[in-house]
């Protein structure tokens, strides 16, 4: 309903309803992901879990358990998953949610949300400040760059013109701009 905010003093002019809820076993920190036809949904459990629902009523179509803590957000591309979990593992899922497609080490424990460059690269930054190039297609480290500290920060990927930049902040307190050299 329309309303004043008080604390902010802005006109309210939109609301949310709740249409459907489903209980887990553990909490859940990255952000769930639909697949591209918007039929699923794909959400992380922090306890490893990874979990397909319908998206029209939530029901569970499967699930897979991996070794290893989620705290990434997941991401959905070209009818595959990819889930970065807490054992520094990257792992990319068909739609299925079956066999994995692959399967990489990561430098260290991954917290931030892996991003895309052109549809064919995974940008990510390790605990341990290492911003990592995944290929989206075969899970080979196409190249890698170490900040001078711990990072947490998610990539972002910037395009200007043809140039494509990735940035970073670091623990140093600094906050970084590579260049990305396909």
């Excluded at 949310?16 to 909490?27: A, D, I, N, W, Y």
């Excluded at 459990?45 to 991996?66: F, H, Q």
């Excluded at 959905?76 to 994995?100: A, W």
Aim: aromatic letters at 10%; proline letters at 4%; one cysteine or more.
């Amino acid at each position: 309903s329309s309303g004043i905010n008080a604390e902010y003093g802005v006109m309210l002019t939109k609301s949310l309803e709740q249409l459907f809820s489903k209980s887990f076993k553990t909490p859940i920190f990255s952000s769930p992901v639909a697949s591209k036809d918007e039929t699923h949904i794909f959400v992380a459990m922090v306890s490893g879990l990874i979990v397909k629902l319908y998206a029209k009523d939530l029901t569970v179509e499967r699930t897979v358990s991996l070794s290893g803590l989620i705290y990434s957000n997941l991401l959905f591309h070209q009818g595959n998953l990819f889930v970065v979990s807490h054992d520094r593992v990257m792992t990319c899922f068909p739609k299925t949610l079956t066999t994995p497609v692959w399967s990489r080490q990561t430098s260290d424990k991954v917290s931030s949300a892996p991003a895309l460059i052109h549809d064919k690269t995974i940008v990510l930054t390790s605990s341990n400040g290492v911003v990592s190039l995944v290929s989206t297609t075969t899970g080979q480290c196409l190249g890698s760059y170490s900040l001078p500290g711990q990072s947490f920060s998610s990539p972002r990927v910037c395009y200007v013109g043809r140039q494509v930049f990735i940035v970073a902040g670091c623990r140093d307190n600094f906050f970084y701009v590579l260049k990305y050299d396909p």
